[in-house]
């Protein structure tokens, strides 16, 4: 994983399909670096949440304009001198690219993987989500892996919420050099 230097504030997409943890793992990781949480999800408009909660994949058309919010939100961040962990799936090279651009400085991702089965039974667990587990294999068919990019830890999910967060936390300080 090559070293990327810190420039702060610190700006931070934890990222994956869904069912990843992308929530929990965000949370967890802005408090342990004292920092803000962005729920990504929360930032889309409503035709896309009632998209997919009829079981609609989205469209990068669909996806362009939250891809942006959520840019402005790590800008915004940056611009008061704030680090900030933001949940976004960021599925494909070009939407982090997107985000990259949009947030106005270096920003780190947390990729968070696993084995579809244990995706398919977070997300059957879960309660109150509008994406429903169908569109799991549309998610994975569209993810375009970042594990070769430039200022990725990637996490493996099969494990504890602190565990997960502690390899992302030691990754993060890794490529920042903290």
């Not at 930032?43 to 891809?67: C, Q, S, Y």
Request: aromatic share 6%; charged share 20%; proline share 5%.
């Amino acid at each position: 994983m090559p070293a990327i230097e810190l420039t702060p504030p610190l700006a931070v997409v934890v990222m994956g399909v869904s069912g990843s943890g992308k929530t929990s793992v965000g949370e967890h990781l802005a408090a342990r670096l004292g920092c803000a949480f962005v729920e990504g999800d929360r930032l889309h408009p409503e035709a896309n949440v009632a998209k997919m909660a009829k079981g609609i994949p989205l469209t990068d058309d669909d996806r362009w304009p939250w891809l942006d919010l959520i840019g402005n939100q790590l800008a915004e961040a940056r611009g008061r001198g704030e680090s900030v962990v933001v949940s976004c799936s960021s599925l494909k090279q070009t939407y982090r690219d997107r985000l990259r651009r949009e947030s106005g400085g270096t920003l780190y991702f947390v990729f968070l993987t696993g084995d579809p089965k244990v995706l398919e039974q977070r997300m059957g667990a879960r309660t109150g989500h509008f994406m429903p587990a169908s569109l799991l294999q549309s998610q994975l068919a569209t993810l375009e892996s970042p594990e070769n990019e430039a200022g990725v830890v990637t996490v493996d999910i099969d494990a504890s919420v602190d565990t997960i967060v502690d390899k992302a936390f030691d990754g993060i300080t890794a490529l920042t050099g903290a």
